[in-house]
């Protein structure tokens, strides 16, 4: 993952090389990595980073999506670190990888809920 | 890419999809897609948009960086839609997809003043 460090510029990255970019927890611990960002089409901002924990915790092919405003660039780590722990992860909404899943404004509430930032939605 | 069509919700879209959504000019052609989206690690925000021209203006493998501003998303279209024209877009900058391309400030605020935008960059 060392490749996912390589920053293009100073505070820009592409998202191709946010996708696959580590996600830590505080102490420093490999959590997964980010799968994909959903942005909002029009003013071109990223609303969710949709994770991906693979065997950690025993979640398996679940998506997390996080709010994005839950994640911290750490430039020395070269990946982004979130302040969740394990009971908090394994409560949160999830789906499965495989379906064909459609985003609705109360699916986005439930999860801003969750991690108690002001809603996208409105 | 008629895929590209496919909008996960009403104002959210996948980075992965974004990469390979057509875009037009004003007068409907298509001029390219999407090949990229540079964001701010921060904020999150689309700061530009990295365009493949393909064969069109004879441009071959040159990429175009537009402000994420000059680009608006066209729903009907399944899109997005620039007021670029012909001469306006071969003057503009570019870099070669093969070069290993550094963004710097200076390079950022020249797009920027090109396409007559506030700059991202202080």
Known sequence: MTDMTKITSGSLIAAEKVEGTNVYNRQGEKLGTVDDIMIDKVSGKAIYAV????????????IHPLP??????????GGY??????TMLEKAPTYDRADDFVWTPDYGRRV??????????S
Chains 1, 2 share one sequence.
């Open 68 to 77: 994005w405003s839950t994640l911290k660039y750490d430039e020395r780590k």
């Open 81 to 86: 670190v979130v302040d969740l722990d394990k």
């Open 112 to 121: 801003d809920q969750y991690y108690n930032v002001p809603t996208y939605w």
């Open 51 to 62: 994770m991906s924990f693979g065997g950690f915790l025993g979640m398996g092919e679940k």
